[in-house]
């Protein structure tokens, strides 16, 4: 069976760190981008980071690029999402995906396969 299975999400104080995993399942992800994206109540899905299935080519939203690491572990088949310094502006669902496409790789519609996501929530 082909999926996307996020997991890692809970509550945690600003500051804090948080690793999320999404492992793939299946052989279907060779050449395919992996993403991460993020989504509050009443507003679309935000691309937060991306990777190669190759582990190369990372990508980021403009305002975690110093704070978000993505990567990938071949052994594992599984994309993380390691968070630091987290904010509550980071509170969200967030949502592993994958493309084939080539190019346009923040738009959320091009992204054909999604997980369920998982929630972070970042409070005091």
């Known amino acids: 069976q082909v999926q996307l299975v996020e997991s890692g999400g809970r509550l945690v104080q600003p500051g804090d760190s948080l690793r999320l995993s999404c492992a793939a399942s299946?052989?279907?992800?060779?050449?395919?981008?992996l993403g991460w994206f993020r989504q509050v109540p009443a507003k679309g899905r935000e691309f937060v980071a991306s990777i190669r299935w190759n582990g190369q080519s990372a990508e980021y939203l403009d305002s975690v690029r110093d704070r978000f690491t993505i990567s990938k572990d071949d052994a594992q088949n599984t994309v993380y999402l390691q968070m630091n310094n987290l904010s509550p502006e980071d509170t969200a669902v967030y949502y592993c995906?994958?493309?084939?496409?080539?190019?346009?790789?923040?738009?959320?519609?091009?992204?054909?396969?999604w997980g369920q996501g998982t929630q972070v929530t970042v409070s005091s």
């Open positions: 299946g052989d279907f992800f060779r050449g395919a981008r």
């Open positions: 995906a994958a493309t084939w496409a080539n190019a346009d790789y923040h738009n959320p519609g091009r992204y054909g396969l």
